[in-house]
RNA sequence: GGGCGUGUAGCUCAGUGGUAGAGCAGCGCCUUUACACGGCGCUGGUCGGCGGUUCGAACCCGUCCACGCCCACCA
């Protein structure tokens, strides 16, 4: 019983329990979560002998609150979980959140920056203190909004990736990696942000197109001249070389010398390399070692020096006219030094070319030569990418499986290190003189004299990548880590592929012997707007799911999520289409309030099928292949379809045909209704528990007062009886017809729905058994002494004669006749066309045959038919 | 530059060889005792263009056009 139904006044063993004549989301969503989580349905017993169901949640950065895309991973986790528990097994969602280093930082340091201060003001300490508080917050938020959205999650094994357990897990796979010297500490170009004053890796580089102007610059003076081109003319100051292609005549001769560098009165050689291509500009390059990766390359090979021209803020450090100014300042300064000299030998021309940007605050970024901390990711992504390639995990959809492969397969090594404050400390501590003493938890805490712990810390990634195992208890082997690793699906959006699927994949493996984290890499797409655009912030298109939730409740959210989703496409979602969710949570509401007040039950066995009438047999049938339909879907993440089929069987076959052809065996009393009353406690009790995992809410209150159960959390998972009646299939389909047929006349003719007409009805032998609600759903009554019919209706192998009582409208309905009859008679030429071709009787498939040779004599009993009822109409 | 994908009703999308579908939107009728968050009926498509394979193509092949995404060390 649920706190807003209550016992009919008329009481009695059977009574029905009155339900509100709307749903309203708001009074029972938070009561029923707070009490699920209350009884431990969402607790996960590592000491089960149901066998394990787990999926860890993508842990939400802690930077603010859900949006909808997380409503939508969570719609497909929840679901996912929900239906597996119902299914018996020992089912773990795993909650958590991330730190999300730099992210986050950058977040707290925007609110600083409200009050005029910098992270420098507060120092490090206190500025991680705001950042933990800051973490409080923002992550009440999101468990808030979880809560809300139903997320049937274990909070007792909440975890947070800078957690004590998980700084251990951290620690632990550093000082592995680092003792297997897959972790080492060099000094390369790196992409550097000069904002956020941090080094991050490649994938955290954004490219884009930005226009830039290229100049040539002549270097050196007369046969020894030579013409070089740059966008970034500010690093010339850094130059220690010219290069060109080993085989370029032009400049055969130029190779060993060297040539002056304007503005700096250093000399610099010619050097030939592979890497230059003569076709390209002039087919010589400026060579800047310290300031990009590919000039480094070639600095390496021909044992150049790598000369810095600027600080961690991109300002020049080069003593002289230069000095303090910034990248750009200094690309206009020296091109106008330059064309001073009158070494500008072209003019600057516009030119687009791809540009790095810092994903997370979009500056340009700056590649510079830095010493920091590497994974070597050859042995790990080698791994990684054979685990899907043998098939011992599966990427769903299979498409998404050459993207991971292109990325695995051609990986560069991982920086790993950050100049941050806010994540996990690298684990090395240094010597006096700068030698690595100590790594890893092992000897913490470190005691050497002058040592010092390195002040960088982690790429965020580092510690999600550790996730699926990290939140089970490793380094320690707990029964939980026994338990629920290896995952039994990721889901997750195609977006995170590299920075945390991949990742995960490689620490899995080697974490955990070569067990990979998980079987299945279930891929979302994202969700976009109505017009499916991008949803983002600054556009204006965002939504947040609360907003929505209150309006139409989390069901409605959570279905129309469910309804859009594709595997691996994108989603788009409308507030028209929640609202129209919000519709069918209030169906299932309504119908199920009606089978209550009509004596639908669930007691007592399902009457023997020989009890049963043929729309009984039929929505029996009917529900026994949706059940075995909806299953396969599940198991191919197929929620959009799965969606759609629970949507119509509820609302189109069980609501609208079911409720209503047996509104008269219910209306009549009687042994019928009582078989009927039973059937429809059967398919409302299937339905709702198949419902539940999507919409958890609605569900509940319902199955709850239509069972008197506990709670439809824990029921079981509704299996196919088998159950299935062709015949009464047929039949009904039959009824149906004749039923819209006359419903198509009766508009038509303009009559009203609720007008009652005398008919006489001749249906053929089923048929003649569903005269009883075919009356009811046609308003149509029996023909009493003196009927005379004005209008003759043929349908499927009877008629229908009604006595319109001269209400009917003779031209729209001879209009509408010679209309039918020309499309039939177009269907008619079509199949006889087609039938009397040999080539295809010849070839095609005996059962396309017989489907034209029954559309041949449709059309043509369609024909006859009609042909009567024209003739039968009154003379205008 | 490479890879993947998309183009079907006004909008968002299903549909992988056999008579074009759904939801929403639109039009019309209706307070018929579960629901007006409802019921019923209707309108609407040269399935991006062209060519090919086939008895038959939205679906397979080729080509062109238009979008989208991912990857890449194009000075």
Same mark, same amino acid.
């Given at each position: ?5 209550? #016992?009919?006044?008329?009481?009695? &063993? ?127 938020? $999101? ?56 080094? $991050? ?28 081109? %740059? ?36 000399? $610099? ?73 009158? #070494? ?34 050859? &042995? ?105 690793? &290896? ?92 609202? *129209? ?6 169906? $299932? ?27 009984? #047999? ?45 509104? %008269? ?102 048929? *003649? ?19 005379? *019919? ?16 001269? %209400? ?59 042909? *009567? ?8």
């Amino acid at each position: 019983m649920t706190d807003n139904s209550q #016992r009919s006044p008329h009481g009695g &063993p059977n009574s029905t329990p009155e339900l509100p004549t709307a749903y309203v989301p708001a009074e029972v969503e938070g009561k029923l979560y707070e009490r699920w989580v209350e009884r431990g349905y969402f607790e996960a017993d590592a000491k089960s002998d149901k066998p394990p169901y787990t999926i860890v949640i993508p842990p939400p950065n802690v930077t603010g609150s859900l949006h909808l895309g997380h409503a939508f991973e969570h719609t497909i986790i929840d679901s996912l979980t929900r239906r597996k528990r119902m299914q018996g097994y020992e089912t773990l969602w795993q909650p958590g959140m991330d730190h999300a280093g730099i992210a986050t930082q950058n977040v707290v340091e925007r609110e600083l920056a409200k009050e005029g201060k910098s992270r420098h003001d507060l120092g490090r300490e206190a500025f991680v203190e705001k950042v933990w508080q800051w973490k409080e917050e923002s992550g009440g938020q $999101i468990s808030g909004q979880m809560r809300r959205l139903g997320d049937g999650v274990d909070w007792s094994r909440e975890r947070f990736t800078m957690d004590e357990g998980l700084s251990q897990s951290v620690q632990t796979i550093f000082k592995k990696l680092y003792d297997d010297e897959l972790i080492y500490r060099a000094e390369r170009i790196i992409n550097w942000c000069p904002r956020c004053l941090t080094a $991050i890796s490649d994938i955290e580089v954004e490219y884009q197109d930005d226009d830039g102007e290229l100049v040539s610059i002549r270097y050196g003076e007369g046969d020894n001249a030579i013409v070089v081109a %740059t966008t970034r003319a500010e690093t010339m100051l850094g130059d220690t070389a010219v290069a060109v292609h080993p085989d370029d005549e032009r400049y055969a001769h130029l190779v060993g010398t060297e040539i002056e560098l304007p503005l700096t009165g250093r000399r $610099i050689p010619i050097v030939a390399d592979e890497h230059v291509d003569p076709e390209f500009g002039t087919g010589a390059v400026k060579v800047t070692p310290a300031h990009d990766p590919n000039d480094f390359e070639i600095g390496r090979r021909h044992d150049l020096p790598n000369l810095s021209v600027m600080n961690e803020r991109a300002i020049i450090t080069v003593p002289g006219p230069f000095e303090g100014l910034d990248r750009l300042e200094a690309r206009s300064a020296i091109v106008a030094a330059l064309r001073a000299e009158g #070494r500008i030998v072209a003019e600057k021309r516009p030119y687009s070319h791809s540009v790095g940007h810092c994903s997370r605050c979009k500056t340009t970024i700056e590649p510079r030569l830095s010493l920091q901390w590497w994974v070597k990711v050859g &042995p790990l992504a080698q791994a990684a990418g054979d685990a899907v390639r043998d098939g011992r995990v599966k990427i769903h959809p299979k498409e998404m499986e050459s993207r991971y492969f292109s990325w695995v397969d051609n990986l560069h090594d991982w920086c790993i290190s950050r100049q941050l404050w806010w994540g996990h400390r690298i684990p090395v501590w240094y010597g006096p003189a700068g030698e690595v003493v100590c790594v890893g938890p092992d000897e913490l805490p470190p005691t050497g004299e002058g040592w010092t712990q390195d002040t960088d810390v982690l790429d965020t990634w580092f510690s999600s990548g550790l996730w699926p195992f990290s939140t089970l208890g490793w380094p320690e082997q707990t029964e939980s880590l026994e338990k629920f690793y &290896p995952n039994s699906v990721l889901v997750t959006g195609y977006d995170i592929l590299f920075f945390w699927v991949a990742r995960m994949m490689m620490f899995g493996l080697y974490a955990m012997d070569g067990t990979p984290p998980f079987h299945t890499i279930a891929l979302h797409g994202m969700v976009r707007d109505q017009f499916g655009k991008k949803m983002s912030k600054s556009f204006g298109n965002a939504v947040n799911p609360l907003e929505w939730m209150d309006k139409y409740g989390s069901d409605a959210v959570r279905f129309t999520l469910a309804r859009g989703a594709n595997p691996g496409v994108d989603v788009p979602i409308g507030e028209d289409w929640v609202q *129209a969710s919000g519709k069918f949570t209030n169906k $299932i509401w309504n119908a199920t309030r009606f089978a209550l007040m009509n004596g639908a039950t669930v007691e007592g066995e399902l009457p023997p099928v020989e009890e049963m009438s043929a729309t009984d #047999r039929w929505v029996l049938s009917r529900l026994n292949a949706v059940v075995a339909e909806v299953d396969a879907l599940y198991e191919d993440y197929q929620f959009s379809k799965l969606s759609e089929a629970l949507y119509h069987f509820a609302w189109d076959e069980v609501f609208d045909w079911y409720v209503e052809l047996s509104k %008269t065996t219910f209306f009549a009393g009687g042994r019928g209704a009582e078989v009927s009353g039973r059937v429809l406690g059967e398919v409302l009790d299937v339905l709702l528990r198949l419902l539940h995992p999507v919409v958890p809410f609605v569900t509940e209150t319902l199955w709850t007062t239509l069972t008197g159960a506990e709670s439809v959390v824990v029921a079981d998972w509704p299996k196919d009886s088998g159950f299935r009646d062709a015949a009464a299939e047929k039949e009904i389909a039959g009824v149906q017809q004749v039923v819209t047929e006359v419903r198509r006349f009766r508009a038509d003719q303009g009559l009203q729905p609720g007008q009652k007409v005398p008919a006489q009805l001749t249906l053929p032998g089923a048929l *003649a058994a569903h005269e009883a609600p075919i009356r009811q759903l046609l308003r149509l009554q029996p023909a009493g002494a003196g009927f005379s *019919a004005t209008a003759t209706l043929p349908v499927a192998g009877g008629t229908v004669a009604m006595d319109l009582s001269g %209400t009917i409208d003779v031209e729209a309905e001879r209009k509408r006749l010679t209309k039918d009859i020309g499309l039939a008679e177009k269907e008619k030429a079509q199949a006889l066309g087609k039938l009397g071709n040999e080539a295809f009787l010849a070839k095609a498939p005996e059962h396309v045959v017989d489907k034209l040779r029954t559309r041949l004599a449709t059309a043509e009993a369609d024909i006859a038919r009609i042909t *009567a009822q024209l003739d039968g109409l009154p003379q205008g």
